[in-house]
């Protein structure tokens, strides 16, 4: 079973459905994933995957009825800069933060552009990951004396969680979690346009803002998922402003980002990297800065010769 298209490509086709007002449900914002043509067999064997999920979150079986699905983000094709290394970018003037390294899905060492090919988060884990314990080795030497930190690392991280286990405020996870959902699949889907994208940021930050107003039931350390959901959501807000500010900011399109008022990719102005930073460790009190990094289109040695950028057309 292979896919006809790429995951981009597929999810716009499907937003589209949507949006021309051919969804289902009450609500017609999703469409129907029909897999009961195949025998049960072949389900159970090559997709149990996605029959279980289908179970659990839709209650449905796939080898009798449709299951309602949504394009979503499958994967993050930015990340945390990093060089070759793998160790961390601090900024586009390539200043290193010590002894941070980043690999796989979090970090971004310009290898992907705008679009990844499939298989290759994969590849990237196993490349970079190898890459990141042999720099570790580089720099740590056996018996190395202690590295001093600051005497009150850590302190503001456990101070946040702290404060979101006690949070008593009116508005629940689950809440604002649907809102940061809908607002990022109306304004920020996989098709995009100036108008909503302005929308967006700001209908992005007043859910962000809003974060200070969470509230959760349960106090106790051990298996609370009500701080949990709290802590992703952190996550969630943290990665959303930044992902639709930098989204608005780009005048084209380039990958899976497909700007309909920018329908081109424009190398001139566009090709590089866009670094966000927020401006305040609290994202209910944070804005977003924005700041670029050129890409790393040539390679390394004459081993590989050089790719340029070209159209993607089928």
């Known amino acids: 079973m292979g896919d006809l298209a790429s995951r981009d ?7 589209m459905e949507i949006r021309e007002g051919r969804g289902v449900g009450p609500n017609k914002d999703h469409i129907y994933l029909h897999l009961d043509h195949l025998p049960a067999e072949t389900l159970a064997e090559r997709l149990p995957g996605i029959s279980e999920t289908a179970k659990i979150f839709a209650g ?15 994967y993050n094709m ?13 900024s586009s003037e390539n200043t290193f933060v010590p002894g941070l390294l980043a690999a796989g899905e979090a970090g971004s060492a310009s290898v992907h552009g705008a679009n990844r090919l499939g298989a290759n988060s994969l590849l990237d884990l196993v490349v970079f990951g190898r890459q990141a314990a042999d720099t570790t080795a580089e720099f740590v ?9 600051p005497k009150n690392a850590g302190e503001a991280s456990l101070a946040r969680l702290d404060s979101l286990r006690n949070s008593k405020g009116p508005i629940p996870t689950a809440e604002l979690r649907l809102e940061l959902q809908k607002a990022m699949q109306t304004y920020a889907p996989v098709y995009r346009n100036s108008a909503d994208l302005k929308t967006g940021v700001v209908e992005v930050a007043k859910v962000c803002a809003s974060f200070k107003d969470v ?12 701080l949990i959901e709290t802590l992703q959501l952190d996550n969630l807000l943290n990665q959303a402003m930044q992902t639709i500010v930098a989204a ?3 005048k084209e399109s380039r990958g899976a980002h497909a700007q309909e008022d920018f329908p081109d990719r424009d190398d001139v102005e566009w090709m590089k990297h866009t670094l966000t930073y927020l401006t305040d460790p609290k994202v209910e009190d944070a804005k977003v800065k924005l700041d670029y ?3 790393i289109d040539q390679p390394m040695d004459d081993e590989m010769f050089h790719v340029p950028p070209m159209k993607r057309v089928y």
């Open 60 to 74: 449905v079986d796939v080898t009798k009825e449709p299951a309602p699905v949504l394009p979503t983000i499958h």
């Open 248 to 250: 608005e900011n780009r």
């Open 215 to 226: 509230g959760i039931t349960d106090r106790t350390m051990i298996w609370n998922t009500d």
């Open 293 to 295: 990094r050129a890409v």
């Open 9 to 15: 490509v597929v999810s716009r086709a499907m937003t």
């Open 141 to 149: 030497k056996p018996n190395s004396p202690p590295v001093d930190i």
């Open 78 to 90: 930015g990340g945390i800069p990093t060089d070759w290394k793998t160790q961390v970018i601090r």
